[in-house]
Protein backbone atom coordinates (compact mmCIF):
# COMPACT_ATOMS: atom_id res chain seq x y z
CA UNK A 1 0.00 0.00 0.00
CA UNK A 2 1.64 3.52 -0.97
CA UNK A 3 2.17 6.16 1.61
CA UNK A 4 5.09 7.00 4.23
CA UNK A 5 6.27 4.98 6.42
CA UNK A 6 8.16 5.54 9.78
CA UNK A 7 10.67 3.41 11.55
CA UNK A 8 11.02 2.29 14.47
CA UNK A 9 7.61 2.21 15.71
CA UNK A 10 8.77 2.14 19.09
CA UNK A 11 12.13 3.17 20.78
CA UNK A 12 13.59 3.34 24.66
CA UNK A 13 16.68 5.53 24.02
CA UNK A 14 19.04 5.92 26.91
CA UNK A 15 20.21 10.12 27.25
CA UNK A 16 23.15 11.49 25.27
CA UNK A 17 22.90 8.43 22.54
CA UNK A 18 22.19 9.21 19.32
CA UNK A 19 18.78 8.35 17.01
CA UNK A 20 17.57 8.21 13.95
CA UNK A 21 13.97 8.15 13.12
CA UNK A 22 13.36 7.10 9.72
CA UNK A 23 10.73 8.22 6.95
CA UNK A 24 10.30 7.24 3.25
CA UNK A 25 7.01 7.64 1.43
CA UNK A 26 6.43 6.59 -1.94
CA UNK A 27 4.08 9.10 -3.54
CA UNK A 28 6.73 11.17 -5.30
CA UNK A 29 5.42 13.96 -2.96
CA UNK A 30 7.17 17.29 -2.93
CA UNK A 31 7.12 18.17 0.61
CA UNK A 32 7.76 16.23 4.17
CA UNK A 33 7.54 17.43 7.61
CA UNK A 34 8.49 15.93 10.93
CA UNK A 35 6.25 16.83 13.93
CA UNK A 36 5.95 15.71 17.53
CA UNK A 37 3.19 15.35 19.39
CA UNK A 38 3.16 16.09 23.11
CA UNK A 39 0.08 16.27 25.70
CA UNK A 40 -1.53 19.20 25.76
CA UNK A 41 0.63 20.71 23.24
CA UNK A 42 -0.32 19.48 20.02
CA UNK A 43 1.36 18.65 17.03
CA UNK A 44 4.46 20.94 16.93
CA UNK A 45 6.84 21.31 13.45
CA UNK A 46 10.32 20.62 14.33
CA UNK A 47 11.20 20.30 10.51
CA UNK A 48 10.28 20.65 7.15
CA UNK A 49 11.43 20.04 3.73
CA UNK A 50 10.02 21.54 0.62
CA UNK A 51 11.85 19.84 -1.99
CA UNK A 52 15.05 17.51 -2.31
CA UNK A 53 17.77 19.45 -1.07
CA UNK A 54 15.86 22.03 0.76
CA UNK A 55 15.01 22.01 4.72
CA UNK A 56 13.62 24.71 6.67
CA UNK A 57 13.26 24.98 10.46
CA UNK A 58 9.77 24.76 12.19
CA UNK A 59 8.90 25.53 16.06
CA UNK A 60 10.93 23.49 17.86
CA UNK A 61 13.65 22.91 15.85
CA UNK A 62 16.76 22.76 18.81
CA UNK A 63 17.90 19.40 19.41
CA UNK A 64 17.39 18.16 15.77
CA UNK A 65 18.34 17.76 12.17
CA UNK A 66 17.44 16.95 8.73
CA UNK A 67 18.72 16.10 5.41
CA UNK A 68 16.78 15.40 2.40
CA UNK A 69 18.58 13.85 -0.10
CA UNK A 70 16.14 12.53 -2.43
CA UNK A 71 12.77 13.23 -2.84
CA UNK A 72 11.76 9.59 -1.20
CA UNK A 73 13.91 9.82 2.50
CA UNK A 74 13.53 12.56 5.52
CA UNK A 75 15.59 11.57 8.07
CA UNK A 76 15.53 12.84 11.85
CA UNK A 77 18.37 12.97 13.98
CA UNK A 78 18.51 13.52 17.85
CA UNK A 79 22.62 14.11 17.96
CA UNK A 80 22.35 13.71 21.43
CA UNK A 81 18.72 12.36 23.89
CA UNK A 82 17.61 14.02 26.03
CA UNK A 83 14.81 13.08 28.22
CA UNK A 84 12.58 16.18 26.87
CA UNK A 85 12.80 14.49 23.35
CA UNK A 86 10.07 12.20 25.05
CA UNK A 87 7.63 12.13 22.54
CA UNK A 88 5.16 10.59 19.82
CA UNK A 89 7.25 11.93 16.34
CA UNK A 90 5.24 12.18 13.14
CA UNK A 91 6.39 12.32 9.82
CA UNK A 92 4.07 13.74 7.03
CA UNK A 93 4.37 14.70 3.17
CA UNK A 94 2.43 16.71 0.99
CA UNK A 95 2.20 17.05 -2.69
CA UNK A 96 1.47 20.42 -4.13
CA UNK A 97 1.22 23.85 -1.86
CA UNK A 98 -2.54 24.16 -2.16
CA UNK A 99 -2.89 20.01 -0.95
CA UNK A 100 -3.34 18.14 2.35
CA UNK A 101 -0.45 16.31 4.29
CA UNK A 102 -0.56 12.65 4.79
CA UNK A 103 1.16 11.37 7.91
CA UNK A 104 3.06 7.90 8.83
CA UNK A 105 1.99 5.78 11.80
CA UNK A 106 4.21 7.52 14.41
CA UNK A 107 7.23 6.53 16.31
CA UNK A 108 6.93 6.32 19.89
CA UNK A 109 9.98 7.85 21.44
CA UNK A 110 11.05 7.52 25.30
CA UNK A 111 14.61 8.87 26.11
CA UNK A 112 15.60 7.80 29.74
CA UNK B 1 0.95 34.81 19.64
CA UNK B 2 0.86 30.80 18.72
CA UNK B 3 0.48 30.84 15.04
CA UNK B 4 -2.68 28.68 14.84
CA UNK B 5 -4.97 28.60 17.73
CA UNK B 6 -8.35 26.51 18.83
CA UNK B 7 -10.72 26.56 21.54
CA UNK B 8 -9.31 24.34 24.15
CA UNK B 9 -12.23 22.11 24.65
CA UNK B 10 -12.71 19.37 25.95
CA UNK B 11 -16.43 20.00 23.78
CA UNK B 12 -19.07 17.45 24.87
CA UNK B 13 -22.00 17.40 22.78
CA UNK B 14 -25.26 14.24 23.01
CA UNK B 15 -25.34 12.45 19.87
CA UNK B 16 -27.16 13.87 16.81
CA UNK B 17 -25.97 17.71 18.14
CA UNK B 18 -24.37 20.09 16.04
CA UNK B 19 -20.17 20.22 17.09
CA UNK B 20 -18.81 23.47 16.12
CA UNK B 21 -15.14 23.66 16.62
CA UNK B 22 -13.43 27.13 15.87
CA UNK B 23 -9.72 28.24 14.86
CA UNK B 24 -7.66 31.56 14.60
CA UNK B 25 -4.70 31.90 12.42
CA UNK B 26 -2.22 34.61 12.00
CA UNK B 27 -0.75 34.81 8.76
CA UNK B 28 -2.80 36.62 6.84
CA UNK B 29 -1.62 35.55 3.46
CA UNK B 30 -2.75 31.85 4.18
CA UNK B 31 -4.32 30.27 1.43
CA UNK B 32 -4.99 26.72 2.79
CA UNK B 33 -6.82 25.25 5.43
CA UNK B 34 -7.32 21.62 6.99
CA UNK B 35 -8.86 20.26 9.38
CA UNK B 36 -7.97 16.78 10.83
CA UNK B 37 -9.41 14.36 13.08
CA UNK B 38 -7.12 12.16 15.07
CA UNK B 39 -8.65 9.07 17.46
CA UNK B 40 -6.36 8.67 20.70
CA UNK B 41 -3.09 6.28 19.43
CA UNK B 42 -3.28 6.64 15.49
CA UNK B 43 -2.08 9.27 13.15
CA UNK B 44 -4.06 12.56 12.13
CA UNK B 45 -6.28 11.97 9.37
CA UNK B 46 -7.65 14.66 6.72
CA UNK B 47 -11.58 15.22 6.63
CA UNK B 48 -11.98 18.54 5.03
CA UNK B 49 -9.75 21.13 3.26
CA UNK B 50 -10.97 24.41 2.25
CA UNK B 51 -9.33 27.05 0.28
CA UNK B 52 -11.75 30.05 -0.44
CA UNK B 53 -14.44 32.14 1.86
CA UNK B 54 -17.69 30.99 3.09
CA UNK B 55 -18.71 27.20 3.15
CA UNK B 56 -17.79 23.93 2.24
CA UNK B 57 -20.37 20.89 2.72
CA UNK B 58 -19.33 17.41 3.13
CA UNK B 59 -21.61 14.75 4.31
CA UNK B 60 -22.07 15.52 7.95
CA UNK B 61 -19.57 17.96 7.65
CA UNK B 62 -19.19 21.85 6.95
CA UNK B 63 -16.03 23.66 6.61
CA UNK B 64 -16.21 27.41 6.95
CA UNK B 65 -13.32 29.99 5.89
CA UNK B 66 -13.24 33.71 6.29
CA UNK B 67 -9.91 35.11 5.35
CA UNK B 68 -10.54 38.75 6.36
CA UNK B 69 -11.23 37.69 10.34
CA UNK B 70 -8.51 34.78 9.91
CA UNK B 71 -11.11 32.24 11.50
CA UNK B 72 -11.86 28.94 10.45
CA UNK B 73 -14.47 26.56 11.81
CA UNK B 74 -16.08 22.86 10.90
CA UNK B 75 -19.46 22.02 11.84
CA UNK B 76 -20.42 18.46 12.24
CA UNK B 77 -24.01 17.71 12.14
CA UNK B 78 -26.15 15.09 13.79
CA UNK B 79 -23.03 13.98 15.98
CA UNK B 80 -22.02 10.57 16.73
CA UNK B 81 -20.17 8.65 19.03
CA UNK B 82 -17.90 7.95 16.41
CA UNK B 83 -16.90 11.03 16.06
CA UNK B 84 -15.63 11.55 19.59
CA UNK B 85 -11.88 12.37 18.82
CA UNK B 86 -9.58 14.76 18.88
CA UNK B 87 -10.09 17.59 15.90
CA UNK B 88 -6.86 19.79 14.73
CA UNK B 89 -6.80 23.22 12.40
CA UNK B 90 -3.77 23.16 10.21
CA UNK B 91 -3.27 26.05 7.96
CA UNK B 92 -0.68 26.21 5.15
CA UNK B 93 1.92 29.39 5.68
CA UNK B 94 2.22 31.91 2.55
CA UNK B 95 5.52 33.49 0.32
CA UNK B 96 8.42 31.64 1.23
CA UNK B 97 7.12 29.54 3.71
CA UNK B 98 3.73 28.40 1.63
CA UNK B 99 4.61 24.57 2.27
CA UNK B 100 5.09 24.84 5.90
CA UNK B 101 1.61 23.48 7.52
CA UNK B 102 1.17 24.39 11.08
CA UNK B 103 -1.30 22.94 12.98
CA UNK B 104 -3.05 23.86 16.99
CA UNK B 105 -3.33 22.19 19.64
CA UNK B 106 -6.36 20.21 18.80
CA UNK B 107 -9.89 20.29 20.52
CA UNK B 108 -11.29 17.00 22.06
CA UNK B 109 -14.87 16.39 21.08
CA UNK B 110 -16.84 13.78 23.04
CA UNK B 111 -20.16 12.83 21.68
CA UNK B 112 -22.09 11.14 24.45
CA UNK B 113 -24.55 8.46 23.21
Known amino acids: IAGITQAPTSQILAAGRRMTLRCTQDMRHNAMYWYRQDLGLGLRLIHY???????GKGEVPDGYSVSRANTDDFPLTLASAVPSQTSVYFC???????????FGQGTRLTVV | QKEVEQNSGPLSVPEGAIASLNCTYSDRGSQSFFWYRQYSGKSPELIMSIYSNGDKEDGRFTAQLNKASQYVSLLIRDSQPSDSATYLCAVKGSGGSNYKLTFGKGTLLTVNP
Open chain 1, 92 to 102: ASSDRVNTEAF
Open chain 1, 49 to 55: SNTAGTT
